[in-house]
């Protein structure tokens, strides 16, 4: 590996011209990846580049989406790790990449205070409410959706945030309402949430954020 290249691993931005590298992390069908690699195919993510794709789960959709679309993939799997050898194995793998921004889509693990505080705003996360309603600890996929549908809300939807150390409190970076429906179920919803706010916001959060890398000048920094 010439020094140059070794440059652009180290700081995340090799590949594509100077596009950062993303790593995706997952758990489950990555509709989500799917939504991040359509984008980047299309033009709308151009500042970065999809580079990794890590599993907490073996045997996910995800994966295959990954191969399909010829994106490095791997599984550190969470069930059979403790807490720190899991995002030890998470982080070997950041830095034998070169990533420059986290991507949580679909990931059923909560980051511990240690790992996050590594990557200040360099990992952004889609949650499927409008928060600060229905966030934090407990929430999430279809819990979220039963709960707004138990309180009676009329206006749903998702937000893409940085990550910290407080699940669902990081810097909010879009979000974007969706309405509930008379007869709605916790699937139904789930999935116009998805198609409305998610699939459509995740991409567009992931050019801003990492645009707003390379016109920083973070780029050279790494994560």
């Not at 116009?192 to 998610?198: C, I, L, N, T």
């Amino acid at each position: 590996m010439t020094s140059e290249i070794s440059s652009a691993v180290a700081n995340g931005s090799a590949g594509r011209g100077d596009a950062v590298r993303i790593a995706v992390l997952v758990s489950g069908g990555g509709t989500n990846l799917q939504a991040l690699i359509d984008a980047e195919a299309s033009g709308i993510i151009k500042s970065g580049r999809i580079s990794l794709v890590i599993s907490s789960k073996p045997g996910v959709y995800a994966l295959e989406r990954a191969k399909k679309a010829g994106i490095p993939a791997t599984v550190v799997p969470r069930a059979s790790l403790s807490q720190e050898d899991f995002e030890s194995g998470i982080r070997k793998l950041l830095d034998e990449y070169g990533i420059g921004l986290i991507i949580l889509a679909g990931f059923m693990s909560i980051l511990s205070p240690e790992f996050t505080s590594k990557y200040p705003e360099r990992i952004i996360n889609v949650h499927p409410a409008l928060i600060p309603s229905f966030c934090g600890k407990g929430y999430y996929g279809l819990r979220v959706h039963r709960a707004a549908l138990d309180r009676g809300v009329k206006l749903t939807g998702a937000t893409v945030h940085f990550v910290n150390e407080i699940p669902d409190g990081g810097r909010i970076i879009m979000q974007k309402a969706v309405e509930v429906k008379d007869g709605d179920t916790p699937e139904i919803l789930q999935r116009r949430v998805m198609e409305e706010a998610e699939w459509k916001m995740l991409p567009e959060s992931a050019e801003k954020v990492c645009a707003g890398i390379l016109a920083a000048g973070a780029e050279g920094s790494g994560l």
